[in-house]
């Protein structure tokens, strides 16, 4: 499985959904984020629109094997599986010390990708919602953004009790 996160892109072979590969993936603020949705019933949602900054194709941080990647030896490795990662020049580290990508497919005067329809999958998700909850950011400037709200499916049902309350307050004092 590959998740796109804000410039990272995560290789995950096990179900993203399950407990134990979301305690790997997240960070502390990521499970302090987690909680806080539960108990305020919740959910991230990705708002906004791409406006061709390019921010997410540049500062490109890799994950193969459940680890941010810190070496070109790893990275190596991780063309063997993915050779369409090819596209990705090793341009330097950050201050964590792992690796840091430009993709060469980048077309910097459209602000879009060379090959846009045939992108990679890690680039059409963008920005995945894991992003939030590895305590990474959405770039400054890009048109996207991360927003806690409400489910329509509780605000629907909310309403409905509402409703449904109305009624049976009215049946039984005879209105």
Same mark, same amino acid.
């Given at each position: 499985m590959v /998740?796109?996160? !804000?410039?990272? @892109? @995560?290789?995950? !072979?096990? !179900? &993203? !959904?399950?407990? +134990?590969?979301? $305690? #790997?993936?997240? @960070?502390? $603020? &990521?499970?302090? /984020?987690? +909680?806080? $949705? #539960?108990? @305020? &019933?919740? #959910?991230?949602?990705?708002?906004?629109?791409c406006n061709l900054c390019g921010r997410c194709c540049r500062r490109v941080s890799l994950e193969a094997g459940g680890r941010w990647l810190r070496s070109e030896a790893e990275f190596n490795r991780l063309l063997t599986i993915y050779p369409e990662y090819r596209r990705f020049s090793l341009t330097g580290r950050d201050s964590q010390g792992f690796l840091l990508f430009t993709c060469s497919w980048y077309d910097e005067p459209s602000g879009v990708c060379r090959d846009h329809e045939n992108r990679l999958e890690i680039c059409r998700s963008y920005p995945d919602i894991d992003l939030y909850f590895t305590g990474g950011e959405i770039h400054g400037g890009c048109g996207y953004q991360f927003s806690e709200v409400v489910p329509f499916e509780k605000i629907l049902k909310r309403e409905l009790d509402t409703q449904h309350g109305s009624r049976r307050k009215k049946k039984s004092t005879g209105d």
């Open positions: /998740r796109r996160f !804000n410039g990272k @892109s @995560s290789m995950d !072979n096990t !179900n &993203g !959904n399950s407990f +134990i590969a979301r $305690l #790997k993936r997240y @960070s502390i $603020l &990521g499970w302090f /984020r987690a +909680i806080r $949705l #539960k108990c @305020s &019933g919740k #959910k991230v949602v990705v708002t906004g629109s």
